[in-house]
């Protein structure tokens, strides 16, 4: 768990950000591929996202179901792995779980908020204790840095690309097929393949990829 007081980047901004794949390409360096998979509901879809992970650990991907709340001025964004019979696990990534995983957005004050980050992830493969460790410590922190900076400057990108296209705040405008609950099952990590990286030496992990 972690947060971040974000100055001059109101609320919805940041929940804009949060939502929009498209800016998603140019702020998360992590990111190697993320779609919408379809719709639930008004406030709910299915998405894939890949994760590029320093080397020479294997990359990560998830499939999650991904819900939405605006709560006045604030803002909440949940999401957990689910199964879905046209993405199964994929031989060039680890499928890491996301057991829990959210967002809370608070106003705070004219023109800044808070955002809250909670996650609970089973990255699956038998890492050792100091890649978990290493990861706690510092790419989480520089995430939230990331997303900050990433608030500062989407007002102007949006500006410039197609503005009123807003399908998480109009739902009139979300053309993704529909998904069935029927379809999903929640992914649970004891179903899949376990990657053995214990023998890692700590000396050879790439941290570049995860500089701010």
């Given at each position: 768990?972690?947060?971040?007081?974000?100055?001059?980047?109101?609320?919805?901004?940041?929940?804009?950000?949060?939502?929009?794949?498209?800016?998603?390409?140019?702020?998360?360096?992590?990111?190697?591929?993320?779609?919408?998979?379809?719709?639930?509901?008004?406030?709910a879809?299915?998405?894939?996202?890949?994760?590029?992970?320093?080397?020479?650990?294997?990359?990560?991907?998830?499939?999650?179901?991904?819900?939405?709340?605006?709560?006045?001025?604030?803002?909440?964004?949940?999401?957990?792995?689910?199964?879905?019979?046209?993405y199964?696990?994929?031989?060039?990534?680890?499928?890491?779980?996301?057991?829990?995983?959210?967002?809370?957005?608070?106003?705070n004050?004219?023109?800044?908020?808070?955002?809250?980050?909670?996650?609970?992830v089973?990255?699956?493969?038998?890492?050792?204790?100091?890649?978990?460790?290493?990861?706690?410590?510092?790419?989480?922190?520089?995430?939230?840095?990331?997303?900050?900076?990433?608030?500062?400057?989407?007002?102007?990108?949006?500006?410039?690309?197609?503005?009123?296209?807003?399908?998480?705040?109009?739902?009139?405008?979300?053309?993704?097929p529909?998904?069935?609950?029927?379809?999903?099952?929640?992914?649970?990590?004891?179903?899949?393949?376990?990657?053995?990286?214990?023998?890692?030496?700590?000396?050879?992990?790439?941290?570049?990829?995860?500089?701010?």
């Amino acid at each position: 768990q972690t947060r971040i007081s974000c100055k001059d980047v109101p609320a919805e901004t940041l929940y804009d950000v949060l939502h929009d794949t498209s800016y998603r390409k140019k702020w998360d360096s992590n990111m190697i591929e993320t779609y919408d998979i379809g719709r639930l509901t008004v406030n709910a879809d299915v998405g894939y996202y890949s994760w590029k992970c320093p080397s020479p650990l294997k990359n990560r991907d998830f499939v999650t179901l991904r819900s939405w709340l605006p709560l006045g001025n604030d803002y909440m964004i949940i999401n957990y792995s689910v199964k879905h019979p046209k993405y199964p696990p994929r031989k060039d990534f680890v499928r890491a779980v996301s057991l829990q995983t959210g967002y809370l957005i608070k106003a705070n004050g004219a023109g800044a908020c808070i955002l809250y980050y909670l996650t609970q992830v089973d990255p699956r493969g038998s890492l050792p204790k100091w890649v978990v460790n290493r990861v706690s410590q510092f790419v989480a922190p520089k995430a939230m840095k990331k997303i900050y900076k990433a608030g500062l400057k989407y007002p102007e990108w949006k500006r410039k690309h197609d503005p009123a296209y807003k399908p998480w705040v109009y739902p009139e405008q979300n053309t993704l097929p529909s998904v069935s609950l029927a379809e999903l099952s929640v992914q649970h990590a004891d179903s899949l393949e376990n990657i053995d990286e214990t023998g890692l030496p700590e000396d050879h992990l790439s941290t570049s990829d995860h500089e701010a």
